[in-house]
C-alpha cells in the first residue's frame, strides 16, 4: 500500500506555526564548528585537575545547569548540601570542607528551598550552613514549603524565579527535594515536564548570569535507582549526579555521572557540633577546626 506523504513548501506561511517561530529557533539553536564557544563557567567546583601546568577547578556544578544529590534515607544527603551551600558562601566554610568552593559568587544569592522538613527542622539546617561559614549571611535565603501542595511549590518557585525582586541575582537554588514539586513520581508527563523547567530556570534567557540549581532524590528502597520517572528523567539531564552513602559514622559522595570529568569521591564526618567536615587522605578537621593527623 502506498502511503501519500504530502510536500511541505518552506515559506513564510511554515515559518510560524501554532506561535512557534521555526526560524527564531534556526538562528538561535544552530551550533557553527568554526565559532569560539566559551564553556559554561563554574559555580561550584570539587576538587582540582592540572592540565599543562595549570591547575582548572573540576566542576560540580555550572551556572547554566542543574545538578542532583541522591541517597537512602539518613545518608546525609542534606548535610552534604548543606557543605555544597555553605562553600558557595566561602568564609570559613573551607576549614571544614577544603575541596569544595564557590566560584563568581559576589553579590549573588542562594535560594534554599526545603520541601520535606518543618520550620523548626529547616532553620536548624540553615544554621549549620551558617556555622560553617562562620557568620550570618543576607544572602542566603530559605525557605520552607512543607505545608504547600506540590504545585504551589512548583509555582513558587517559578515566581522567585522569574516575578520576585530576586530574580536576577540568583546564583544557587537548592531544592529538598525534586520529587515533592509534582504529584505522581511515577507519571512521564510530569518527569518530563518538571526536568524541562529545570533546564528553562536555569537557562533564562532574560538574565545576564544564569544560576545553578542542585536537589535532592531519594533512592528508591533496595535498589541504586531514585524514584520512579521522576528520578529516571532527572538522571538523564542533569549535568552531575552525586550518590551519598553512609558506611558505619562516614559518609561519601561519589560522581557517579557527570558531563566534566569526575572528582574524586568526597568522605566526610559529622562532629560533635552536627558540622560536616571533609576526611582526605587521612586528614580529618575535629570541632576545634584543626587537622588531627
Not at 500500500?1 to 506561535?19: D, V, Y
Amino acid at each position: 500500500m502506498e502511503i501519500n506523504i504530502p510536500k511541505i513548501e518552506i515559506g513564510k506561511q511554515t515559518e510560524i506555526i501554532k506561535g512557534t517561530n521555526f526560524l527564531d529557533i534556526f538562528k538561535n539553536s544552530y551550533v557553527d564548528p568554526s565559532e569560539e564557544i566559551k564553556p559554561q563557567p563554574v559555580a561550584i567546583s570539587i576538587g582540582s585537575s592540572e592540565y599543562k601546568g595549570t591547575n582548572y577547578p573540576i566542576p560540580f556544578g555550572s551556572y547554566g545547569d542543574f545538578s542532583c544529590i541522591v541517597g537512602a534515607s539518613k545518608s546525609r544527603k542534606t548535610f552534604f548540601k548543606s557543605m555544597i551551600e555553605a562553600a558557595y558562601i566561602g568564609g570559613s566554610s573551607n576549614i571544614y570542607n577544603p575541596s569544595i568552593k564557590g566560584h563568581n559568587t559576589k553579590d549573588k544569592l542562594i535560594i534554599s528551598i526545603d520541601t520535606e522538613q518543618s520550620k523548626h527542622h529547616t532553620q536548624r539546617v540553615v544554621r549549620r550552613v551558617l556555622d560553617l561559614v562562620g557568620s550570618n549571611y543576607d544572602l542566603y535565603k530559605t525557605f520552607s514549603l512543607r505545608t504547600y501542595s506540590p504545585k504551589e511549590r512548583f509555582d513558587f518557585i517559578n515566581w522567585l524565579v522569574y516575578e520576585s525582586d530576586y530574580r536576577k541575582d540568583i546564583g544557587l537554588m537548592s531544592i529538598d527535594g525534586y520529587v515533592d514539586l509534582v504529584t505522581d513520581f511515577n507519571s512521564l508527563e510530569q518527569a518530563t515536564g518538571l526536568t524541562e523547567k529545570l533546564l528553562e530556570w536555569t537557562a533564562r534567557k532574560e538574565v545576564k548570569e544564569q544560576m545553578h540549581i542542585t536537589g535532592i532524590l531519594h533512592k528508591n528502597f533496595g535498589t541504586a535507582k531514585p524514584v520512579g520517572h521522576v528520578g529516571s528523567s532527572v538522571l538523564k539531564k542533569a549535568e552531575t549526579v552525586v550518590f551519598i552513602d553512609k558506611e558505619e559514622e562516614i559518609s561519601s559522595a561519589k560522581c557517579e555521572y557527570s558531563r566534566n570529568m569526575e572528582f574524586k569521591t568526597l568522605m566526610f564526618g559529622i562532629n560533635k557540633d552536627w558540622l560536616p567536615y571533609e576526611i582526605e587522605e587521612g586528614i580529618v578537621f575535629n570541632n576545634k577546626k584543626e587537622p588531627v593527623f
